[in-house]
């Protein structure tokens, strides 16, 4: 007999429980740190194809699994499928990272057609009721999507990393035309996630990367509002379904996010203080985190301090370890191992690996 999902350490979690041993998963827990990853990777050279082949991107899913037995596994897929669906021009350069053909002007925006987005991502319903199927019986599934402001960020940006001087400049000084973008965002995203959990995620994430770039009155237009909607939305049409939200890098902010947008768990990066996330979030929501994925990739000592520190501080409530962001490619797999070991042992573990490690 299957484990209802309502049982899974995850759910549980997220219902705001305080479990004697936090589940956990990985941001970017199926990826290029993974030999068996690459070797599939030289199978499909273009990314977005990769992400919509049912077969090869099930099996990337399921690989980390095998190896770490992760409490949750997350769709294989990317951000930038819903620019993709739209309309918008999207590439991936080996080394660069994604390219799209910037939006300039309204009638850019006017061009894109939300029309498209169930039957272009198809594949991907595809993929999560396969991954359904065929994940452990005690694992959750986790579906996901961009927050409307970090796609918004790449839409116009035309890529990541930059100084965000034409996003903010059309959230400041073009607002009424930006927000016909983030409108037609918030609706596309809703619609996405819906078919999601439809097609058999048991969560969903929302990853704000770019939040931190805002500040509080940006913040709470651009980032809480919007991803407010798309929870409502999932509350009305999907019940009961938990919703994890990602504002990465806005500090203080987290707490007005949590407080506002409705999620039932905030993911935290690495330079969120233990001790105010335990203090101050912890009481609002089940938190997700924080472990430097800079650490992972160190491994040995500062490792194990560092998740033990993590699981001391913050297993006295409701709580799902992770990373502060997502897994790096130079990252040794023997030292994901070694975190999924503490994590899994906890707390079992936490007096012989504190005497280990002094």
């Known amino acids: 007999m299957s484990i209802p999902t309502e049982q899974k350490l995850m759910i549980r979690a997220l219902k705001g429980e305080t479990l004697e041993r936090p589940p956990y998963w990985l941001m970017r827990q199926a990826g290029r740190y993974l030999p068996e990853y690459r070797e599939l990777r030289k199978t499909a050279p273009n990314f977005l194809d990769f992400c919509y082949n049912p077969d090869l991107a099930v099996e990337v899913t399921l690989q980390p699994l095998r190896r770490y037995h ?81 796609i918004a960020v790449y839409m116009i940006e035309g890529r990541g990393g930059t100084d965000h001087s034409k996003v903010l400049d059309w959230a400041d000084n073009r607002t009424e035309n930006f927000q016909v973008l983030m409108d037609m965002l918030v609706d596309a995203t809703s619609e996405y996630l819906v078919r999601q959990v439809e097609s058999g995620a048991e969560i969903i994430q929302l990853f704000d990367s770019w939040a931190g770039v805002l500040n509080k009155e940006q913040f709470q237009r651009w980032s809480i509002e919007p991803t407010r909607r798309i929870v409502a939305q999932l509350r009305d049409r999907c019940p009961g379904v938990p919703v994890i939200g990602f504002p990465r890098n806005a500090g203080p902010l987290t707490k007005d996010y949590v407080a506002k947008t409705g999620v039932d768990g905030v993911s935290l990066d690495q330079d969120m203080s233990l001790e105010w996330i335990a203090e101050t979030l912890q009481p609002m929501c089940t938190v997700q985190g924080n472990l430097d994925n800079q650490v992972l990739i160190t491994g040995g000592k500062e490792l194990d301090q560092a998740t033990i520190k993590i699981l001391s501080a913050l297993s006295g409530g409701p709580f799902i370890f992770n990373l502060g962001h997502g897994v790096l490619p130079q990252t040794s797999a023997d030292h994901v191992a070694r975190v999924s070991e503490l994590v899994r042992g906890w707390p079992k573990t936490a007096i012989a690996s504190s005497d280990e490690i002094r």
């Open 70 to 150: 992760m409490d949750a596994a997350i769709l294989f897929s990317d951000i930038l499928v819903i620019p993709d669906a739209l309309g918008q021009n999207v590439q991936f350069f080996e080394g660069e990272g994604p390219v799209l053909d910037a939006i300039q002007s309204l009638d850019d925006i006017k061009k894109l057609n939300p029309e498209n987005i169930t039957g272009h991502l198809s594949p991907v319903f595809e993929i999560l009721k396969r991954l359904r199927a065929e994940i452990p019986e005690e694992t959750a599934l986790i579906g996901f999507a961009g927050s409307p402001w970090t």
